[in-house]
């Protein structure tokens, strides 16, 4: 699944990292994740090489979180934290899973230092997940500290209900980020949050906003995941693996990695005829990713792929 070519390309990811809690009838149990912090490491198991922008305390949760990036090759740039590191907390003890954010995750902050806009000159590509679009101060550092988005960008919004300070700040700013990217991925969930409206609506309205616009990765659960660019739609099905679905927490996550892999290696696929083999990859690996425990991407070794 990974691509042959020697060269890694530089790629900085910039968002979120963060200690995940799950609870459910079973106990307990502590994942390092965070949706960026999930696709650098996804990146990085792919060959890339890898820097990841996030905010971490001065706390035990954090040295855990630089650890763990140590052991998968991704470079950290920190950015400080007054209230510790963050911590998502999902309770799935009664079935449906309720989420909770403590103060850190909902005052979340990336800074703009020497530091950072190293990190974003040097690459290659640049991924935004989780980025707190609903600061208005910090998107406007965030725009001005990336050159050439439409070269090198890809943005996943990937809101949270229990992080968003103001929704119609997000998805403004979103919206505007999104028309500057070479690609920006949104996901069925997503449109649900932010336009109370369907992934079709969503995709719709972000197709139809002025600027220059790349690529859309839209992704829908089960119902796989569909790529819009120059006016065409290319839709691939999950793949059916061996064993059973055991997490989906990673999926989009993987789904993204998966998809910028491809593209840091190939460029921009400019045809459907392209995007199919590249659509088909990311489904793979996020079907992998599935059938284990928390968010960490799997590469498929000597599974048979399954039609769907």
Not at 2 to 11: E, G, L, N, Q
Not at 41 to 59: K, N
Not at 118 to 127: K, S, T, Y
């Amino acid at each position: 699944m990974t691509d042959a070519t020697p060269s890694a390309r530089r790629i900085t990811v910039v968002g979120d990292a963060l200690i995940d809690e799950l609870r459910d009838p079973h106990g307990s149990r502590e994942f390092v994740g965070g949706a960026a912090l999930n696709v650098a490491v996804g990146l990085s198991l792919l060959g890339e090489d890898v820097t990841l922008v996030a905010m971490l305390g001065d706390d035990e949760p954090a040295e855990r979180i630089r650890s763990y990036l140590r052991d998968y090759g991704v470079r950290l740039v920190e950015s400080p934290s007054a209230h510790g590191t963050s911590r998502a907390v999902s309770d799935r003890t009664d079935g449906e899973p309720r989420y909770e954010f403590n103060e850190a995750a909902k005052q979340r902050g990336i800074r703009f230092d020497a530091g950072t806009r190293a990190a974003l000159d040097e690459a290659d590509l640049v991924v935004v997940s989780c980025f707190p679009f609903d600061f208005a101060e910090q998107y406007g550092e965030l725009v001005a500290a990336i050159e050439r988005p439409e070269e090198r960008v890809v943005v996943d919004g990937n809101p949270r209900a229990g992080m968003l300070a103001d929704r119609d700040e997000f998805l403004a700013n979103f919206e505007d980020f999104a028309s500057r990217a070479l690609l920006a991925k949104v996901g069925d969930e997503d449109a649900e949050l932010l336009l109370g409206d369907s992934l079709d609506a969503f995709v719709d309205r972000l197709g139809s906003a002025p600027g220059p616009h790349g690529a859309i990765l839209a992704t829908a659960g089960r119902d796989g995941a569909t790529v819009y660019h120059d006016g065409s739609a290319v839709h691939a099905d999950i793949v059916a693996l061996p064993g059973p679905i055991v997490d989906t927490m990673g999926a989009g996550d993987a789904t993204l990695s998966a998809v910028v892999h491809h593209i840091a290696r190939h460029g921009l696929p400019q045809s459907a005829d392209a995007w199919e083999p590249a659509l088909l990859d990311a489904m793979t690996i996020a079907a992998a990713t599935v059938r284990h425990e928390g968010a960490l991407l799997r590469v498929p070794q000597a599974e048979t792929v399954y039609p769907s």
